[in-house]
């Protein structure tokens, strides 16, 4: 059974991101019949920062674990059996300060983990979760698209881009609708505004 992971990380409930999630799960549905989606909405339940605890625990081999230590580790296995468990991923960002919400990274913090999602050999680090694929939706106040004045300002592709690579997922595809300040100004109507993000969308989902 195909397995879809759906990742929200904006704070809004109306949010465009959120929006936009929401319009490729139930594209993804559609083409694959029987298919199961796991929803996180990390916004309202974001994981703990990274303490010591966790640290050490990560360092532990698994067999030599106390208890203490596997609790400290109990939110990263539980979110980095959702990545293994799904074939598919898509991450809902709202651009939060040039790059992505705060909710996002301690996720990220959570599942970059050495022997779980990313293992060292002879060449150096290479990453656990192949055959993989996944969809960035971003949501931006401005635009920050390649060969525009603000484009350097854009952490958020490169920055998740490079974190699904290292952990294994290089079939990575980006939908941006930049210029959501527009919507708040009124200086274009929402659904106008979304319709050719919405296709977009439905076509990654495809």
Excluded: C
Excluded at 188 to 206: G, H, I, K, W, Y
């Amino acid at each position: 059974m195909a397995t879809l992971l759906q990742l929200d990380s904006s704070p809004l409930e109306t949010s465009v991101s959120r929006e936009l999630t929401r319009e490729f799960a139930a594209s993804w549905r559609n083409t694959h019949p029987g298919g199961r989606v796991i929803y996180r909405n990390l916004a309202e339940n974001p994981p703990k920062p990274l303490d010591a605890a966790w640290i050490y625990a990560s360092f532990t081999p698994e067999a030599k674990r106390a208890a203490e230590q596997k609790s400290a580790l109990a939110v990263s296995d539980k979110l980095i059996a959702e990545l293994e468990e799904a074939d598919e991923y898509v991450i809902g960002v709202a651009m939060h300060n040039f790059s992505i919400p705060s909710v996002l990274k301690l996720w990220i913090d959570q599942v970059v983990r050495n022997g779980r999602t990313f293992a060292y050999g002879e060449s150096g680090p290479r990453g656990l979760l192949r055959g993989k694929k996944a969809t960035i939706l971003v949501a931006s106040g401005g635009v920050y698209d390649p060969e525009t004045p603000a484009a350097a300002f854009n952490f958020v592709d490169p920055y998740l881009k490079t974190v699904l690579g290292f952990i294994g997922v290089t079939d990575v595809k980006v939908v941006s609708a930049a210029g959501t300040s527009q919507l708040l100004s009124g200086a274009v109507d929402r659904a106008s505004f979304l319709t050719p993000t919405l296709e977009a969308v439905r076509n990654a989902a495809a």
